[in-house]
T-cell receptor
């Protein structure tokens, strides 16, 4: 079983601050996904990274896949209250493994 | 992508009863999954719903407790049987579509069913 360690587990920050969430494993992944889940909703796919060293940007969110395809990071610039939610990384073939999640609260 | 709906969105049930959750996808999909989630925590895979055959269950989950049906490529049900308060959780249905999304292991989720067992 491929395991994904996600950190930090909780983040509580003020609007305008920057933050980074990490997703690490000892296994190599063919692809890795990041999802965001808001209360009362299911997870929504944000991005998939597939190439080692790949960087993808989604407005104020920057996703990076490690060169060895064992880790990934999500960086949010100038966080806003609308960024509040549970961020999940997932990876693996056929049936993805999910990280424990990072619960982010952005205070206005 | 795929749009997924679930019914019911929430329910409060008595101990010992059963609840069936329905999952409908707006297009034919290759894979369908059922997850359980405690609020604010990660997802635990219950089983993969296979079209036309028995579901594939993960360790710790059994068919007698969580029978699953998948009669076609757009619909699945999960039943939580003989419920106890420990079954209180959010139950999520997801689908993996075909083509590039499937090759990249992307999943699309329903909004979830929040179950409380008294």
């Amino acid at each position: 079983t491929q395991l994904l360690e996600q950190s930090p587990q909780f983040l509580s920050i003020q609007e305008g601050e920057n933050l980074t969430v990490y997703c690490n494993s000892s296994s190599v992944f063919s692809s890795l996904q990041w999802y965001r889940q808001e209360p009362g909703e299911g997870p929504v796919l944000l991005v998939t990274v597939v190439t080692g060293g790949e960087v993808k940007k989604l407005k104020r969110l920057t996703f990076q896949f490690g060169d060895a395809r064992k880790d990934s990071s999500l960086h949010i610039t100038a966080a806003q209250p609308g960024d509040t939610g549970l961020y999940l990384c997932a990876g693996g073939s056929y049936i993805p493994t999910f990280g424990r999640g990072t619960s982010l609260i952005v205070h206005p | 992508s795929a749009v997924i709906s679930q019914k019911p969105s929430r329910d409060i049930c008595q101990r010992g009863t059963s609840l069936t959750i329905q999952c409908q996808v707006d297009s034919q999909v290759t894979m369908m999954f059922w997850y359980r989630q405690q609020p604010g925590q990660s997802l635990t895979l219950i089983a993969t719903a296979n079209q036309g055959s028995e579901a594939t269950y993960e360790s710790g989950f059994v068919i007698d407790k969580f029978p699953i049906s998948r009669p076609n490529l757009t619909f699945s049900t999960l039943t939580v049987s003989n419920m106890s308060p420990e079954d209180s959780s959010i139950y999520l249905c997801s689908a993996g579509t075909s083509g590039r999304a499937f090759a990249r292991n992307e999943q699309f989720f329903g909004p979830g069913t929040r179950l409380t067992v008294l």
